[in-house]
């Protein structure tokens, strides 16, 4: 039997959906008292989200993600399709949590989950039929666990609109319309396929009925209501408008703190699809890269905004409860590291993320909450009141839970 709190983990977004994978390097080694100890490396990131930036030409996508990603990878312009090739960038998720696990367990070195953007060059009407430059990475979208719509919903005669005018309303269901047509379009090809094939499940071509009667009253493909065993015969073709959707309602600095008319509309929108709302400001974001952390407090304040409720740290909340996930931890001398799982995930399917045979060969979870053993100030305080639990196979993991994995394999 082996006690082991590992290491690794990695989280990506495209603004996508979770796959795991992971790789570990066993290496053998002796301790003082000459019993065997093995350790482990992680060689491979296990859980990744992705998700994709969209919208139309000009509305602030680039912007917004050079300044998530902190990083000039896009180029940004006031003219449509500035963006031409799709921008990848990676971040890390902001957790207070990981700083003070790793002073508690005087950790040598921390490891956050981490996010991957794609910023897609914009879309216009006719995209799905293969209008503009946007519809050439439609295929990349369908990879994705989520869709962030960047929706401009300021006023500027100085940044040029590619319909000539701002409606907030207007411009979201027009790129909604071009997901719904291109979802539309391969959903009919997968209905004649299936139409040809005597082996077809037919509980996929039900479900693709269902979707297709939707999709063709100008609805997104979400809005068709599917069983599990139906949403899973479909899941492989990864339909555009069937994505979890987050609105990012792009405002000027004036309009962080309270929004505007627009934002209000975009919200109302959200709630009929059930989807998300932020509101972020693509500008403020790229004049927070440029300040220190004191500097970045200090500014947003003076706009009404909390470091906690703008930007990546906005989107990376609404992301995570669209999505249903949650963050656990390991954490120990050498590391303290976050992990990110599903929500009404069991201990078992947890470890598996760090590693399969930690799945496979699943005896126990040590678990303590991170509240408790922050406030215990130690794993030993927190063992001594009782507080450090010994959960088996049937634990659903809670949010926050520090965790060391008991297994054999």
């Given amino acids: 039997m082996m006690k082991i709190s590992v290491p690794a983990t990695m989280f990506s977004v495209f603004l996508l959906v979770p796959g795991r994978s992971a790789a570990f390097s066993g290496l053998s080694s002796f301790t003082r008292s000459g019993t065997l100890k093995r ?24 912007t917004l993600f050079n300044a998530l990603t902190e990083s000039q990878g896009a180029e940004m312009g006031n003219y449509p399709f ?22 508690v367990n005087n950790s040598v070195k921390t490891v956050p989950t981490t996010l991957e953007f794609v910023d897609v060059a914009g879309l216009i009407k006719g995209a799905s039929q293969g209008e503009g430059l946007g519809n050439k990475f439609l295929a990349s979208i369908r990879q994705c666990d989520a869709v962030v719509h960047v929706v401009r919903c300021f006023d500027d005669d100085d940044v040029i609109h590619v319909d000539g005018t701002v409606d907030a309303i207007r411009d979201a269901e027009l ?63 990864g ?14 600095d004036s ?72 963050t656990y931890y390991t954490s120990g001398p050498q590391e303290t590291r976050a992990w990110t799982i599903r929500k009404g995930w069991t201990a078992p399917k947890a470890a598996g993320v760090i590693h399969n045979d930690f799945e496979r060969g699943f005896i126990r979870a040590e678990t303590v909450s991170y509240n408790d053993l922050i406030e215990c100030g130690s794993e030993a305080a927190a063992k ?19 965790i060391l994995f008991r297994f054999n394999v």
């Fill in 39 to 62: 350790t482990y490396s992680s060689t491979k990131m296990t859980m990744k989200l992705q998700t994709a930036l969209v919208g139309l030409p000009n509305v602030g996508k680039s």
């Fill in 82 to 103: 500035c963006t031409i090739d799709a921008n990848v960038g990676v971040v890390t998720v902001p957790d207070e949590k990981l700083e003070k696990l790793a002073v």
């Fill in 175 to 237: 790129i909604n319309l071009e997901l719904a047509f291109a979802d539309l379009d391969q959903v009919e090809n997968r209905l004649m396929r299936i139409k040809k094939d005597r082996k077809a499940d037919p509980l996929e071509a039900g479900a693709l009925e269902k979707v297709k009667a939707v999709l063709e009253s100008d609805r997104p493909a979400r809005y068709a209501e599917l069983d599990e065993d139906e949403e899973n015969a479909i899941k492989s073709m």
């Fill in 239 to 252: 339909l555009l408008s069937r994505k979890k959707m987050i609105y990012a309602a792009n405002v000027a």
């Fill in 255 to 326: 309009d962080l703190a309270t929004g505007n008319e627009m934002t209000k509309k975009l919200q109302e929108l959200a709630d009929r699809e059930g989807a998300k709302m932020v509101i972020v400001s693509a500008q403020v974001e790229a004049e927070l890269v440029e300040l220190e952390d004191e500097d970045r407090v200090e500014f947003l304040e003076s706009l009404g905004v909390t470091m906690e409720n703008s930007g990546l740290r906005a989107l990376v909340r609404e992301a995570y409860d669209l999505l249903q996930l949650q």
């Fill in 384 to 402: 001594s009141k009782g507080l450090l639990r010994s959960e088996g196979k049937e634990y659903v993991v809670q949010e926050g839970d520090v």
